[in-house]
């Protein structure tokens, strides 16, 4: 990387500036590959008050050096960043990592990260996975329980990420995603609290980033939208929307049946022709 003192610290300060996300993107990944130690400390100043694009920048840029990998790896055992914020494709990166002692401390956070409740409940949920479902019934429980944030066919608003097509989704994997939601977050669906300078307090998910203004999305599909100047903080709560704890409102039976019906939906309203395939 020719001429850091001068290339190299104009990009960290179109980073650290009020530039446009979009300027500051590019100056993200035009000064990752330099293994400067000064990139990874401004990268990882504010973290939380990134919007969902630039945290996604700059995961890749921490991750494209070993040395901003550590550093990275250091944030997350401080817990300054859930370890969820990854996403699968960046874990799987860290738990094949070249280096064996950066694989070894991203196992440890990885197994360190699934709280002792989630498990057990897990594990008290694995036998809704053999039970008999009915997709009918499912259908009731996801009305009940889904809508405010998920939507299926014309049922529901489309707050949380889109579970229309899981066909090709295990039973396994839809039911860790139902009890532990907080386990890998798309980068795009976190949680925001943004307090105004007038102490008003607002949570959802920004979905969108106009460059004045924020917009939230909240349940139901609610949205407002905030001027950048009228924010005085804004930050990722670190979780999902989506809430933990809905087994206290389904029971296994109840669970088998959901997520008969979130597989299955297309067959029930006739989309997809009974002679291509047929519920399980």
């Known amino acids: 990387f020719v001429g850091f003192e001068t290339s190299g610290k104009t990009l960290l300060a179109l980073i650290q500036g009020n530039s446009p996300q979009a300027v500051k993107i590019a100056a993200i990944e035009a000064i990752s590959p330099n293994s400067d130690p000064q990139i990874?400390?401004?990268?990882?100043?504010?973290?939380?008050?990134?919007?969902?694009?630039?945290r996604r920048a700059i995961l890749d840029a921490m991750l494209d050096n070993q040395e901003r990998t550590s550093l990275l790896l250091d944030a997350i055992e401080k817990d300054q960043i859930k370890i969820s914020e990854l996403g699968p494709s960046r874990a799987t990166r860290l738990q094949r990592h070249r280096n064996p002692e950066i694989k070894k401390r991203a196992d440890a956070l990885f197994a360190a990260a699934i709280p002792?409740?989630?498990?057990?409940?897990?594990?008290?949920?694995?036998?809704?996975?053999?039970?008999?479902?009915?997709?009918?019934?499912?259908?009731?429980?996801?009305?009940?329980?889904?809508?405010?944030?998920?939507?299926?066919?014309?049922?529901?608003?489309?707050?949380?990420?889109?579970?229309?097509?899981?066909?090709?989704k295990t039973p396994e994997y839809l039911l860790t995603n139902i009890l532990d939601p907080n386990r890998a977050i798309d980068a795009n669906f976190f949680s925001?609290?943004?307090?105004?300078?007038?102490?008003?307090?607002?949570?959802?998910?920004?979905?969108?980033?106009?460059?004045?203004?924020?917009?939230?999305?909240?349940?139901?599909?609610?949205?407002?939208?905030?001027?950048?100047e009228e924010i005085?903080?804004?930050?990722?709560?670190?979780?999902?929307?989506?809430?933990?704890?809905?087994?206290?409102?389904?029971?296994?039976?109840?669970?088998?049946?959901?997520?008969?019906?979130?597989?299955?939906?297309?067959?029930?309203?006739?989309?997809?022709?009974?002679?291509?395939?047929?519920?399980?």
């Open 40 to 54: 990874g400390v401004v990268l990882m100043d504010g973290f939380a008050k990134q919007t969902p694009g630039m």
């Open 116 to 168: 002792a409740d989630r498990q057990k409940v897990l594990a008290a949920y694995q036998a809704s996975l053999k039970l008999k479902a009915n997709p009918l019934e499912g259908k009731q429980v996801f009305v009940k329980n889904c809508v405010t944030c998920h939507k299926i066919g014309e049922i529901g608003v489309n707050v949380a990420p889109d579970i229309g097509d899981s066909r090709t």
């Open 192 to 228: 925001y609290t943004i307090i105004t300078i007038d102490g008003v307090v607002h949570t959802g998910i920004i979905s969108s980033d106009s460059g004045a203004s924020i917009t939230l999305t909240q349940p139901e599909g609610k949205t407002i939208t905030i001027l950048k």
């Open 232 to 280: 005085e903080e804004m930050k990722s709560n670190g979780v999902s929307l989506m809430p933990v704890g809905l087994e206290k409102t389904i029971n296994p039976q109840q669970m088998a049946d959901l997520i008969s019906f979130i597989k299955n939906w297309r067959y029930l309203s006739g989309q997809v022709p009974k002679d291509i395939a047929k519920p399980q």
